[in-house]
């Protein structure tokens, strides 16, 4: 049973340009969300995607854009980066958007803006 | 608003050793959910327990035990007979029900780093 699969591992990009990150969530699981995770904090929510559409964001500017795919995978894209983008970048994935549900993480995407 | 505090930032403890991880959250929802996650230097999350807020009962899986109490706000987190393997990065989070249930956000802990010394 697969679990959440994410891509690249880790990137270099430089302030200004822009990135995309891909998820495939656990076999079965159709809802996606995002977190950045800033070095020695605790991952915070960026929007969440269920049904190909984005239900719920968190306190990020609009240069965060994402995408949810028939097949229930996602992109977050980053536009216009910053340094302080850098950052681990984690995807999550559930059965349904009902906020009980047991949530399962990737490994994360680590992202370097120089 | 919800918020999550893990007061503790750093534990070291030497193996065998029995730790407690605490947590307290606040929220204004009368129905939500407590989680705690690990994560090892890989960077991934792993799923630890989750917890609604109707379940007071303390759960024990193996050498981990969860003590929630809704009196003090608190979901603490206890590792008995610690092992060097223990040795990561541990979030409490919490998720509020919000309105159908739907409220899907977790808000995180900033992490308790817990070695574990042979």
Do not use: M
């Amino acid at each position: 049973d697969a679990g959440v699969t994410q891509s690249p591992t880790h990137l270099i990009k430089t302030r200004g340009q822009q990135v995309t990150l891909r998820c495939s969530p656990k076999s079965g699981h159709d809802t996606v969300s995002w977190y950045q995770q800033a070095l020695g904090q605790g991952p915070q929510f960026i929007f969440q995607y269920y049904e190909e559409e984005e239900r719920q964001r968190g306190n990020f500017p609009d240069r965060f854009s994402g995408h949810q795919f028939p097949n229930y995978s996602s992109e977050l894209n980053v536009n216009a980066l910053l340094l302080g983008d850098s950052a681990l970048y984690l995807c999550a994935s559930s059965l349904g958007s009902y906020s009980g549900n047991t949530i399962y993480f990737g490994e994360g995407s680590w992202l370097t803006v120089v | 608003a919800q918020k999550v505090t893990q007061a503790q930032t750093e534990i070291s403890v030497v193996e065998k050793e029995d730790v407690t991880l605490d947590c307290v959250y606040e929220t204004r929802d009368t129905t939500y959910y407590l989680f705690w996650y690990k994560q090892p230097p890989s960077g991934e999350l792993v799923f630890l327990i989750r917890r609604n807020s109707f379940d007071e009962q303390n759960e024990i899986s193996g050498r981990y035990s969860w003590n929630f109490q809704k009196s003090t706000s608190s979901f603490n987190f206890t590792i008995t007979a610690s092992q060097v393997v223990d040795s990561a990065v541990y979030f409490c989070a919490l998720s509020e029900a919000g309105s159908g249930g739907s409220n899907y956000k977790l808000t995180f802990g900033k992490g308790t780093l817990l070695t574990v010394n042979p």
